[in-house]
């Protein structure tokens, strides 16, 4: 599905348009990635108790089922490093997600000029909004894609696959984006 947002993406004349909805689809990616990771540990380390112990993992918030993953898969040894490229932008997609689906009002500070009606004129009360009101309007992403762009989030997710999920447990020293866990 995410192969599809990106050729329709990459092709469209107006990729803004496409903007929110492939943010919030490669946030949606992400998290059933980590629900379906966490879900598969607790059923290999709690067996029969695993729907408990899994239905407590995916109460977490969306953030703490990133940073958890590493430290669950690999016995608390290892952990995300913060630093690295495709932590930030995982972590910058949550954000992105969360302002996208959960909007806080903003206020945005235009002078808007009050004039008499263009037509029936009288008291100066018909409100004439400046240029500025409208591009805020008119923004068709919302503001996602301001940190990096959809394609840069897509391609995030597709490193921690290859390079996280798909190299566990053999070749855990090999993954540039984990640190040694100094709580394990």
Not at 130 to 157: C, I, N, Q, R, W
Request: glycine letters at 4%.
């Amino acid at each position: 599905m995410l192969r599809i947002f990106r050729d329709t993406y990459q092709a469209s004349r107006r990729p803004d348009a496409l903007t929110v909805a492939y943010v919030v689809m490669c946030a949606a990616a992400l998290e059933a990635i980590l629900n379906d990771a966490l879900l598969e540990h607790a059923a290999d380390k709690w067996g029969q108790d695993q729907k408990d112990y899994g239905n407590a993992l995916l109460t977490m918030t969306f953030r703490s089922k990133l940073d958890a993953l590493p430290v669950l898969l690999t016995s608390h040894k290892y952990r995300f490093d913060k630093q690295y490229w495709v932590y930030q932008r995982l972590v910058a997609l949550i954000s992105e997600r969360n302002n996208v689906v959960h909007p806080k009002p903003k206020e945005h500070d235009f002078p808007i000029a009050r004039i008499p009606h263009p037509v029936w004129g009288g008291t100066p009360n018909f409100p004439v909004f400046p240029a500025e009101f409208y591009v805020a309007a008119d923004d068709l992403t919302m503001g996602a894609g301001s940190k990096y762009t959809p394609l840069e989030y897509h391609d995030a997710l597709e490193k921690l696959d290859k390079w996280f999920l798909r190299r566990l447990p053999g070749r855990i020293s090999r993954i540039a984006m984990l640190v040694p866990n100094a709580k394990g």
